[in-house]
């Protein structure tokens, strides 16, 4: 497995110590496109995705918006700013229809108080957030427009069937670029047979090639 190989399958697996902890506590359900914390909030919980999909974006003084990350079932998000405690630097809405668990310092002390292992190991998770984080503004500050949509379509998913769901101004607002620039692109590996474009659908056709496309 190559280094971009390493880095998109970059989704951090949770600890079974805490996946088991966090799982008892009852969830609450949110519908697609239902805000669950917004930027500027002051954080008085974390949550961990139990079912379906959850994007961070933030906002601009102009009010643009731009996608930072989708986080799937099984991870955890909105931890930073209930650790730091300044207000939140993104907002957080259900991409999809979710389930998702709020946890509070009266649960998290509850927790590590019962198992203090639990806390390493949540130091663990933590820790490779980070690193996964600063891969990612590496890669915004070195890679060309062309390859930040290339890796992105490979972040979204990387499942059997090649899937990826998504529109041209999601991938732009998630990257940074126009709209045009990403039909462009588009176009551009829809000719090397890379991709095969649908309604708001995108199939890897050659996932080998795109990866070596960023590593060019």
């Known amino acids: 497995m190559n280094k971009w190989e390493l880095f998109l399958d970059h989704k951090i697996d949770m600890p079974t110590e805490l996946f088991q902890t966090f799982k008892t506590k009852p969830g609450q359900k949110f519908k697609i496109n239902q805000i669950i914390y917004r930027q500027g909030e002051i954080a008085k919980n974390f949550y961990y995705l139990k079912e379906g999909n959850v994007q961070a974006f933030v906002n601009s003084a102009d009010g643009l918006e731009k996608i930072?990350?989708?986080?799937?079932?099984?991870?955890?998000?909105?931890?930073?700013?209930?650790?730091?405690?300044?207000?939140?630097?993104?907002?957080?809405?259900?991409?999809?229809?979710?389930?998702?668990?709020?946890i509070n310092k009266t649960?998290?002390?509850?927790?590590?108080?019962?198992?203090?292992?639990?806390?390493?190991?949540?130091?663990?998770?933590?820790s490779k957030k980070v690193r996964m984080l600063s891969n990612e503004i590496d890669n915004i500050s070195f890679l060309s427009?062309?390859?930040?949509?290339?890796?992105?379509?490979?972040?979204?998913?990387?499942?059997?069937?090649?899937?990826?769901?998504?529109?041209?101004?999601g991938i732009g607002k998630a990257v940074g670029v126009s709209r045009v620039t990403v039909s462009r692109t588009l176009n551009k590996f829809s000719k090397y047979k890379w991709i095969d474009t649908?309604?708001?659908k995108i199939i890897i056709l050659d996932k080998e090639a795109i990866i070596k496309f960023i590593e060019l």
């Open 145 to 169: 427009a062309e390859k930040r949509i290339a890796q992105h379509i490979l972040n979204l998913n990387l499942s059997s069937k090649c899937l990826v769901d998504c529109t041209h101004e």
């Open 107 to 126: 649960d998290i002390i509850s927790y590590f108080q019962k198992e203090p292992f639990l806390a390493l190991n949540f130091i663990e998770l933590l």
């Open 68 to 102: 930072l990350t989708t986080y799937k079932k099984g991870e955890i998000f909105g931890e930073a700013s209930f650790f730091d405690g300044f207000p939140r630097m993104s907002s957080a809405k259900a991409f999809s229809d979710s389930e998702i668990i709020s």
């Open 198 to 200: 649908k309604y708001k």
